[in-house]
């Protein structure tokens, strides 16, 4: 089956540590992207990649990283310099940036504790 | 399951009912406009999307209406059932990486 996973569901982390989300495609999608969703917004862009080997910020950057090595693989970083860093995270791919629409995976919840 | 939206705007219809979900866009300048369901500890996923040129777009159940001249977006859901209780969102963009997303509205179906 097509489409674009996320691991691991549920994630928790102490203060102060960085975590890694992982983000997979097999849709031989160009375009992806991480969101961030908290109670009473809609999605907020972290990151965008259109190619490989290439990303860009998106509206709310500071405290993420992120990397594109390859097509499939889009993963997050969230480090510790993410002041607050619990939320619903979601990414995304599509088949032309901003022309067709994305399909997200199921997301990973980040808790702090 | 996961909460997103817990003071979403909310819609409670009767199962069998018809629906409209309302949304107000901001920029002017978008030209392509989509729909996304989202259930409960899941991604949103794709329902609909409408471009400028267009008014109205159909699929099954569901209908997009675009008023450009007011900057507003509606989803109409026909014979609502207990199924399509989600958040919707609306979504624009202007051709670029930008899309943005409004906060969605919770459709609650009553049986």
């Known amino acids: 089956d097509g489409g674009i996973t996320q691991s691991p569901k549920y994630l928790f982390r102490k203060e102060g540590q960085n975590v890694t989300l992982s983000c997979e495609q097999n849709l031989n999608h160009d375009a992806m992207y991480w969101y961030r969703q908290d109670p009473g917004q809609g999605l907020r862009l972290i990151y965008y990649?259109?190619?490989?080997?290439?990303?860009q910020k998106g509206d709310i950057a500071e405290g993420y990283s992120v990397s594109r090595e390859k097509k499939e693989s889009f993963p997050l970083t969230v480090t510790s310099a993410q002041k607050n860093p619990t939320a619903f995270y979601l990414c995304?791919?599509?088949?032309?940036?901003?022309?067709?629409?994305?399909?997200f995976g199921q997301g990973t919840r980040l808790t702090v504790v | 399951g996961e909460s997103v939206g817990l003071h979403l705007p909310t819609l409670s219809v009767q199962e069998g009912d018809n629906s409209i979900i309302n949304c107000a866009y901001s920029n002017s300048a978008s030209d392509y406009f989509i729909w996304y369901k989202q259930e409960s500890g899941k991604g949103p996923q794709f329902i609909i999307d409408i471009r400028s040129n267009m008014d109205k777009r159909q699929g099954q159940r569901v209908t997009v209406l675009l008023n450009k001249t007011v900057k507003h977006l509606s989803l109409q859901i026909a014979a609502t059932q207990p199924g399509d209780s989600a958040v919707y969102f609306c979504?624009?963009?202007?051709?670029?990486?930008?899309?943005?997303f409004g906060a969605g509205t919770r459709l609650f179906v009553k049986a």
């Open positions: 979504a624009e963009n202007t051709g670029g990486f930008k899309t943005i």
């Open positions: 990649s259109q190619i490989v080997n290439d990303f």
């Open positions: 995304a791919s599509s088949h032309e940036q901003g022309k067709t629409e994305a399909f």
